[in-house]
């Protein structure tokens, strides 16, 4: 680790203040950003610990008067999971975060934190090799090399990273809005726009500014009544503990024997979580049937390229395996199973 | 915009850098560590885990791989399990915490008294009534029970992991007692394979809590009641 300098703002106002500095970078739980500075890919010249935020408020999850559900910031994503309004009203939220990491980790987690958590590409992480998201410019090697966690949607030629987190698929299914503050005032960013593609600057991972601070995060107004159905599936290459090879997200409402609502996230094969509006409204008005859910992962995965070098690097096992995992987690949301990660009861 | 990074000064700090209260960059921090109340200055950039083991001599807890990915430096906080190598000691100020080394001291109310093991009985009958050393946490005991571990590297870890396995009470919501076992052990790696022995210990451990009153049944295989 490179020697830093360590504040511990007592508001939030001080905290806004600390993290406008220059090279300044905000600590909550710290299992992604003291992991990052152990192997000097992440070299803050100040740290300011915003758990004192928590304490102020910011760890609060609450219903919110239009009967959506407001999720601090720093509130850890073990007490988000569990906490009886998520569980009852999000359960595809609950399923999600507990597929994730490990006990341990997620009771340091925090929900701003899951956000805001780096790829775990094996080439960003080692600071002896080239990684134009780490150093740009430097190239990718992981597009010849070892890419079993790579991209299969949305690369670009100057990277093919993933965003690891489990947590994002369902927020980006639930369609959450991220709520950050700065010295320079408050606003709002969808989801779907707050984790970028990698472009040509892949060293740019979300649209948050370098001096904004997450302080929460809002769900819509749970859907209401019978026929909603949600599921979480993760394929990974151990029972627990590991990052999802492909995951999926998503929620259905059946009603009348016919879709009425249809979303569909993917983790594991992309720069963000993963959703293609188009593939969601093929199973409109249809019976939920096999072979609709067949088209729709056809279309969610029509433009999926494979990328890394011959075996083991390559991860063209992806491509069909994202496609059956689509089907199979939409056929697992109609009979209402909720997740293959054994968390949970069903 | 990007988090910018600082220019690089130096990749390497000094081997005692973790241990260095006289430096002009320690902070001042308060923590209770297994009931003692200490007031210490160390530098931001000490692990909770570095701290623990290099400053306060516990050396109980194990630095296993140092990136939060084998459990091994699992330590209570406040109760609560957590990975030491991924903490700053700092950012801890004011926390009680709880290693494999505090653990005969708690549950003293169902704790079993150490006749099991040679030395612990030969120590005890030594010391005088007020210098008795506290009785094996019942995890203790059942790990040496089931012989759940061999090398004993993770064993800490796995010990502390389970008692707060145990104290966050969600195992009632799992599809089967050793399921929930499984899964909410799932962070703690054990390369000898001593898996099957620790669900063991584990789950003879929770289900003895989950006893219901003298005079009723009890099913071996019922669901915890935690």
Known sequence: MTPFKYVAPRSEEEALQALAEPFAVAVAGGTNLLDLMKENVARPATLVDVNTLGHLGLDRIERLPDGGLSLGALARNSDTAHHPLVRQAYPLLSAAILAGASPQLRNMATNGGNLLQRTRCYYFYDTETPCNKRQPGTGCPARTGLARIHAVLGASQACVATHPSDMCVALAALEAVVHVASVRGRRQIAMAEFHRLPGDTPQIDTALAADELITHITLPPAPPGPGWHASYLKLRERASYAFAMVSVAVLLQVEGGTVRAARIALGGVAHKPWRDPAAEALLLGHAPATEHFEAAADLLMRDAVATGGPAPGSNAFKIPMARRAIVRALEMAQQGVLTNTGELAQ | ?226
């Open chain 2, 1 to 226: 915009m990007e988090r910018a990074l600082h220019p690089l000064e130096s990749d390497r700090l000094p081997p005692s850098a973790s241990i260095a209260p006289d430096s002009p960059t320690a902070l001042p921090i308060d923590l209770v560590v297994n009931g003692k109340v200490l007031a210490i200055r160390v530098e931001p950039w000490t692990t909770l885990l570095d701290l623990l083991r290099d400053r306060l001599l516990l050396t109980g807890s194990k630095k296993g791989c140092d990136h939060g990915q084998c459990g091994a430096c699992t330590v209570l906080v406040d109760g609560r399990r957590i990975i030491a190598c991924l903490t700053l000691a700092v950012m801890r100020s004011g926390c009680e915490i709880t290693t494999v080394e505090g653990l005969a001291g708690l549950a003293e109310g169902d704790a079993m008294p150490p006749a099991a093991i040679p030395d612990a009985a030969s120590d005890a009958a030594a010391d005088s009534a007020t210098n008795a050393a506290p009785a094996l946490h019942p995890l203790q005991q059942a790990f040496i029970e089931h012989d759940a571990f061999q090398c004993g590297y993770c064993t800490p870890g796995q010990l502390c992991s389970a008692v707060g396995l145990m104290t966050e009470g969600h195992l009632g919501e799992a599809q089967d007692l050793d399921a929930g076992i499984r899964e909410g052990m799932s962070g703690n790696v054990c390369r000898c394979g001593a898996y099957p022995q620790i669900l063991r210990a584990v789950r003879q451990v929770v289900l003895h809590r989950a006893r219901p009153p003298a005079g009723h049944a009890a099913d071996g295989n019922e669901r915890a009641a935690a």
